[in-house]
């Protein structure tokens, strides 16, 4: 719904299930988003508290997803700096932009790894060159030159030839159980829409907040 078009003086967000809410937002997204509307802004921090932000593709969501809370899921290197935060520091945040919609949903919560067998159906489901890729990649180490990777990803390439990529130990995922899920909505003005739920036991309470 264009913001332009509502009653300015009521929300257009509904008080409903978020985890409905945010399939309708992403499946509108899908539809207008150049490129990558599942792409999201994830934020870790150390366990000092120095925070990390970098962009990952959301691969599994819903009720469903990691365990009776419901989820949001995404994929990486274990050994990468962000895999090291979440190891030490399970608190992370999600951000979803979409700039064509002008639309935005923030999800705060834990983070718990998936169980190797999902970890290794989803890594077996992506293209055999990123797969090879992941193998050759020790991500967020130093790297002397980009050739050194290239040729490393030949060298794997190499190894594998003929038989099944095997997924790395390290290369794995993580679910994110919400703790707080708020959408937030272009209106006129930057008098903007906010809404955000929060889970309450088995459910959730909402509210509006202040743009």
């Not at 030159?145 to 490393?152: A, G, I, M, S």
Request: charged share 25%; proline share 7%; net charge negative.
């Amino acid at each position: 719904m264009n913001s332009a078009q509502t009653d300015p003086g009521k929300s257009a967000i509904p008080a409903t299930d978020p985890f409905a809410l945010f399939d309708e937002w992403l499946a509108k997204a899908k539809e207008s988003e150049p490129n990558d509307p599942n792409a999201m802004a994830l934020a870790t921090a150390a366990p000092d508290g120095a925070p990390s932000v970098r962009m990952v593709l959301l691969k599994g969501h819903g009720r469903d997803v990691g365990g009776p809370k419901g989820g949001f899921t995404f994929y990486t290197n274990a050994r990468s700096r962000k895999g090291k935060e979440i190891r030490a520091n399970d608190q992370a945040a999600l951000l979803f932009h979409w700039k064509s919609l002008r639309r935005q949903i923030r999800i705060e919560g834990t983070l718990t790894e998936v169980d190797p067998e999902a970890a290794t159906a989803y890594f077996h489901s992506r293209s055999r060159d990123s797969q090879l890729g992941a193998v050759a990649s020790f991500q967020s180490s130093p790297l002397e030159e980009r050739q050194v990777f290239l040729d490393r990803f030949e060298q794997v390439k190499e190894q594998f030839e003929g038989d099944e990529v095997e997924r790395p130990a390290h290369w794995t995922g993580f679910t994110l159980a919400p703790q707080a899920i708020e959408f937030w909505l272009d209106r006129p003005n930057r008098l903007h829409d906010r809404r955000v739920f929060t889970r309450a036991g088995d459910g959730w309470t909402d509210t509006l907040l202040y743009p």
